[in-house]
């Protein structure tokens, strides 16, 4: 069993920062990319960040030079760190990660979503 579980959603004025963490745990072997998108209600969810075991990031356009995104492979952990936020960041944030599996078996994982409202 593999979970990903998400953390540091929250409500931030416009301008401020925050900071995502998504720790997986479970029967793990290594964990290849992982990434963050968003989804607002009516719209489909959309990658933000993404990074390869070996540290190589892409972003969204709405995102680059704003967000930034890490892993501590250590830890099994990635994080989204948001600064200078709009309105329009508003939304749930999901983790989402391929993990090889003790068994060698490579699965894609979902998390559970944090929110985030950007209040102008």
């Known amino acids: 069993q593999v979970q990903l579980v998400e953390s540091g959603g929250g409500l931030v004025q416009a301008g401020g920062s925050l900071r995502l963490s998504c720790a997986a745990s479970g029967s793990i072997f290594s964990i290849n990319f992982m990434a963050w998108y968003r989804q607002v209600p009516g719209k489909e969810r959309e990658l933000v960040a993404r990074?390869?075991?070996?540290?190589?990031?892409n972003y969204a356009d709405s995102v680059k030079g704003r967000f930034t995104i890490s892993r501590d492979n250590a830890k099994n952990t990635v994080y989204l760190q948001m600064n200078s936020l709009k309105p329009e960041d508003t939304a749930v944030y999901y983790c989402n990660a391929d993990i090889v599996k003790l068994i060698r078996r490579i699965d894609n994982h979902w998390g559970q979503g944090t929110q985030v409202t950007v209040s102008s």
């Open positions: 990074i390869s075991r070996d540290g190589i990031t």
